[in-house]
């Protein structure tokens, strides 16, 4: 595969993974969403599940943009590392505010970028 293949799929999977199937983890990534199905207070035993939620579609993201590079012998690690940055820019976004959807965006082509270059 070029290059340019593995760019162009590495995309195309960012898209449906980052819009396409994040369904109902779109919300339940956001604190706020949990303290809203709970009238404003979250109980302890739920406390943790926007974590949960971000980190499966974190996981899910990375598994399938780092699809194209199957080959890599740092594909378990690749993995790995998006899913942990994937997480934390989600959640720069999603809970702290600290980012908007373009620089999320941005972000996360970046991921890929350094992704393909670490291949």
């Known amino acids: 595969m070029t290059v340019v293949h593995a760019v162009l799929l590495m995309l195309l999977a960012h898209l449906v993974a980052d819009y396409t199937l ?15 199905a709970f009238g404003g207070r979250t109980p302890d035993a739920y406390c943790l599940d926007y974590v949960a939620a971000l980190v499966c ?7 399938l943009v780092c699809l194209p590079l199957w080959d890599s012998p740092r594909l378990a690690w690749l993995v790995a590392a998006n899913t ?36």
């Open 84 to 119: 942990v940055v994937h997480a934390v820019v989600d959640d720069m976004k999603a809970n702290r505010k600290r980012i908007n959807l373009v620089q999320d965006q941005l972000l996360h082509v970046l991921q890929i970028g350094v992704t393909l270059a670490v291949a």
């Open 22 to 36: 994040q369904g109902w983890l779109a919300n339940g990534k956001q604190k706020a969403w949990w303290d809203r």
């Open 57 to 63: 579609h974190a996981l899910y993201w990375s598994l």
